[in-house]
Nanobody, 127 residues
Framework: QVQLVESGGGLVQAGGSLRLSCAAS????????MGWFRQVPGKGRELVAG????????NYADSVKGRFTISRDDVKKMVYLQMDSLKPEDTAVYYC????????????????????WGQGTQVTVSS
């Protein structure tokens, strides 16, 4: 069974930075493409950033390009989301998710392709 645990959320002023971490309890971490999603009340979860199994490819939502960076450490079985230049509209619950089916270099943006989810961590950006 795959378990994902996020940490690093909190309250930050606009323009500030946060780093989210996700620890995975899996046998082989690079069997999974990884993604960070976010959700605000009344809306569905959107993919903010994804990283391929290889770690060599990343994909970002247009709204965060140039501000957020996703990375993974397969030895530590961790995935990170560095968030800089935060804006109030980045306020959301952020979820770490694992996709067990993508090929080595592929990243899917389809939420239903991610089988495993963390519990979420709240990020609040004040203006």
């Amino acid at each position: 069974q795959v378990q994902l645990v996020e940490s690093g959320g909190g309250l930050v002023q606009a323009g500030g930075s946060l780093r989210l971490s996700c620890a995975a309890s899996v046998r082989t971490f690079n069997d999974y493409a990884m993604g960070w999603f976010r959700q605000v009340p009344g809306k569905g979860r959107e993919l903010v950033a994804g990283v391929s199994r290889s770690g060599g490819r990343t994909n970002y939502a247009d709204s965060v390009k140039g501000r957020f960076t996703i990375s993974r450490d397969d030895v530590k079985k961790m995935v990170y989301l560095q968030m800089d230049s935060l804006k109030p509209e980045d306020t959301a619950v952020y979820y770490c998710a694992a996709d067990p089916r993508s090929s080595w270099l592929f990243i899917t943006r389809v939420r239903d392709e991610y089988d495993y989810w963390g519990q979420g961590t709240q990020v609040t950006v004040s203006s």
